[in-house]
């Protein structure tokens, strides 16, 4: 029988440094998992917070276009069409707001795509050290 060299690893102490390696690399994983999370719910919430100053602008919006129709019935022309416009400039500015905030919570954005990356690129680096 063979004495092993000094060199040379039983099988015990390979296994036992592999269940090692894999708990740290599991570790890292999970904490990069943790912060890319955390970045994804702050930009949820930015999306969020839009989304209701877009409602509030819009809302003003329709304050505005109700003056407008409440001065047109008034005084009958020009002050409408100016608050009619300043309205409707008012609307567009919420509509934008909106678009800009739904845009912030849909799912592609909230995916946390770093980490998947390099859990695909760790399943590759195990699957090719166990063959």
């Known amino acids: 029988m063979q004495t092993?060299?000094?060199?040379?690893?039983t099988l015990s102490s390979l296994f036992s440094e592999l269940t090692r390696e894999m708990t740290s690399l599991?570790?890292?994983e999970v904490a990069l998992a943790r912060a890319e999370?955390?970045?994804?719910?702050?930009?949820a919430s930015s999306g969020v917070m839009m989304l209701?100053?877009?409602a509030l602008v819009a809302f003003a919006g329709l304050l505005v276009l109700?003056?407008?129709l409440v001065i047109g019935l008034s005084y009958?022309?020009?002050p409408w069409v100016a608050a009619l416009v300043v309205g409707l400039f008012v609307a567009i500015i919420g509509i934008a707001l909106l678009v800009n905030g739904r845009s912030h919570l849909k799912?592609?954005?909230?995916?946390?795509?770093?980490?998947?990356?390099?859990f695909r690129h760790d399943r590759q680096l195990v699957r090719e050290h166990v063959r």
């Open 26 to 28: 599991l570790r890292h």
């Open 107 to 118: 799912a592609k954005n909230l995916k946390p795509h770093r980490t998947a990356e390099s």
């Open 4 to 9: 092993i060299k000094n060199n040379e690893r």
């Open 66 to 68: 109700l003056a407008a």
């Open 76 to 78: 009958v022309w020009p």
């Open 37 to 43: 999370v955390n970045e994804k719910v702050s930009t």
């Open 52 to 54: 209701a100053a877009g």
